[in-house]
């Protein structure tokens, strides 16, 4: 590729396509943020407008433009399949947010296309561009632990759901927060998920929450180690993210809830602060790996995380989504 700036658009300006949109901006090198879309004009105008960059009335105006060589997708993600797919018709890369589709033939479809038009498709798995799990990563890899036997993924929102009683899914908290702990737990534990049970509530007074809020997932890997993954939607206190990889020979600890390495002890007691949103806790992560999308199209090698990843990780949440339907062990497509 030359040696010009990238131009790149965000499709979805809620809060995450904005802050993509912010990070291009300012903080993304060789990068140029040349437009936003939004279903909502009324948003994305205000975006544009805040950071300076053009305003597509239309999706198809967007991707036809010829100073946009590839798009961020941060659409509601019953978007993302059409969204995806329509970029990579119009010949541009494609950094997708998670989850990549809701459905199995939606993820098979984006990566075809994406094939099919010789475009890049990378996955936005932030968590694996954090430096405590990229460090617990690379220590895995090095033997630091021995052999994973156990993974536990902790995942904990201050923050509920709004929404009249049953407006969202039972599958919803799976494919929306659990999705990045079943790719943490693919990667981190270099193993593939191959069954899940799982237990899927409404904890609460049901006529004023809008789906379930509670999930504990089981997985068992294919080499015979297990895992779980614990997902609470309204924990109150703060945003609480966790992982534990027990191994053969030593266990890793990742993450918290603590946001600055500062604790105040008196007599009353001992006090620290709390992270309070998920921006704050992966504002880096999510920094770092829009760069690195971007050094993917300088350098041409291949996206750290891949269709194929986003796929994988799709299929451990429909099948968890089934498994607390039934009540029984489900097998990973």
Request: glycine share 10%; proline share 5%; net charge negative.
């Amino acid at each position: 590729m030359s040696s010009a700036p990238l131009g790149l658009a965000v499709i979805g300006t809620g809060a995450m396509g904005t802050r993509h949109a912010e990070n291009i901006l300012r903080a993304v090198p060789d990068a140029r943020l040349a437009a936003v879309y939004d279903v909502n004009a009324e948003s994305a105008a205000r975006v544009a407008s805040s950071l300076g960059c053009a305003h597509s009335p239309r999706l198809d105006e967007l991707l036809s433009r010829d100073d946009v060589q590839a798009v961020v997708i941060a659409s509601p993600p019953s978007f993302h399949a059409t969204h995806a797919i329509a970029a990579a018709r119009a010949g541009k890369h494609i950094f997708l947010e998670k989850p990549m589709a809701l459905t199995l033939p939606d993820a098979n479809a984006i990566i075809v296309a994406a094939e099919t038009a010789a475009v890049r498709l990378q996955i936005g798995f932030m968590r694996r561009y954090d430096p405590a799990y990229a460090d617990a990563q690379a220590r895995i890899r090095n033997g630091d632990i021995g052999e994973p036997r156990l993974f536990k993924g902790i995942d904990r929102d201050r923050d509920a759901p709004t929404g009249p009683p049953g407006s969202i899914s039972r599958a919803a908290i799976l494919t929306d927060s659990a999705i990045h702990d079943f790719d943490l737990a693919r990667w981190l534990m270099a193993d593939e998920v191959i069954a899940v049970r799982a237990t899927i509530a409404v904890v609460g007074d049901e006529r004023t929450i809008p789906g379930p809020n509670v999930a504990l997932v089981d997985l068992r890997f294919a080499r015979g180690s297990l895992g779980n993954v614990e997902v609470i939607q309204g924990a109150k206190y703060g945003y609480d993210i966790r992982a534990e990889i027990v191994g053969t020979e030593g266990t890793l600890l990742v993450g918290g809830h603590q946001k600055t390495a500062l604790q105040l002890l008196t007599v009353n007691g001992a006090h620290h602060d709390l992270t309070g949103h998920w921006l704050d806790r992966f504002g880096d992560a999510y920094l770092r790996e829009m760069r690195d999308f971007l050094v993917t199209m300088r350098d041409g090698r291949p996206p750290y995380v891949t269709g194929d990843d986003g796929r994988r990780a799709l299929a451990i949440a429909l099948a968890a989504d089934t498994a607390g339907e039934r009540g029984i062990e489900v097998a990973v497509s």
